[in-house]
């Protein structure tokens, strides 16, 4: 091995004795005086390679930073948030209907004509489950033809919960007001998943539409910006307060 090969490997500062330097380091037992020019050359190169390794160093942190600060995580994460809410409003949906079934029952035995009304919720619920939502792959279409049916059944339900009232021995009723229980807090999940996933679809598109991270989107992922949950009228009121449902 060359004394300059040991040189620049040694970790040891060097020490410089009346001009001549000499190295020193545990791992080697003795010193190498060496002549001022030759130790100049090595001192240059050992002093371009740790300059070489601090600018890769460098470099390799600020590029993570940016890749990281601009969206490359950032806009998958958001997308996958936005996913997994849609997929808590449609299992909350799911829920209600499932109790639709029950709730026709219990209020025919005691309001038999009230046909119509109970003929409409039937239909309502019947539409309302006849579009299934894959949270991966739904379109736009599919997403307003699914909350337009599911604010139809809303309706439906409404006109319901309104007739009963003319009916005192059905809301005295125990399985009534087990219902009236259950749909009340799942209607106060509805409204709390669709909340979180309108603000989940508002902060994706914000990720996409607005730089620096709209920048990564373009170079990279591609994605169109999502379509907002729309409802009717009458239950945009509810999207801000939880409805209370009364009997």
């Known amino acids: 091995m060359s004394l300059e090969s040991v040189c620049l490997s040694l970790s040891n500062p060097v020490l410089v004795v009346r001009g001549v330097l000499t190295v020193y380091d545990p791992a080697v037992l003795t010193g190498f005086p060496l002549q ?58 799911k829920r ?32 309302a489950t006849s579009i299934t939502i894959d949270p991966s792959n739904a379109t736009p279409a599919q997403l307003s033809a699914y909350a337009q049916n599911q604010g139809q059944l809303s309706q439906a339900l409404g006109k319901l919960l309104m007739v009963t009232e003319n009916y005192p021995n059905l809301k005295a009723d125990t399985q009534f007001r087990d219902l009236q229980a259950q749909l009340e807090g799942t209607e106060n999940r509805i409204t709390i998943a669709r909340q979180r996933y309108i603000e989940s679809i508002q902060g994706f598109n914000n990720l996409i539409t607005v730089p620096p991270t709209s920048f990564m989107n373009s170079i990279v992922y591609h994605h169109a910006k999502m379509p907002q949950w729309d409802v009717t009228e009458e239950e945009k009121a ?4 939880a409805p209370e449902v009364k009997f």
């Not at 499932?98 to 619920?125: C, F, I, M, S, W």
């Not at 509810?238 to 307060?241: A, C, N, R, S, Y």
């Open 36 to 93: 001022e020019p030759v130790l100049r050359r090595i001192i240059m190169k050992a002093s371009l390679m740790n300059s070489a390794k601090m600018k890769t160093m460098v470099i390799s942190v600020v590029a993570a930073l940016f890749l990281t600060g601009c969206g490359l995580q950032s806009i998958p994460q958001a997308k996958n948030q936005t996913e997994a809410s849609l997929a808590e409003v449609t299992n909350q949906y």
């Open 96 to 127: 209600r209907a499932d109790l639709v079934p029950n709730l026709v029952n219990t209020v025919k035995g005691y309001a038999k004509h009230e046909g119509e009304t109970l003929t409409q919720v039937t239909e309502a619920r019947a539409k």
């Open 238 to 241: 509810k999207v801000q307060t």
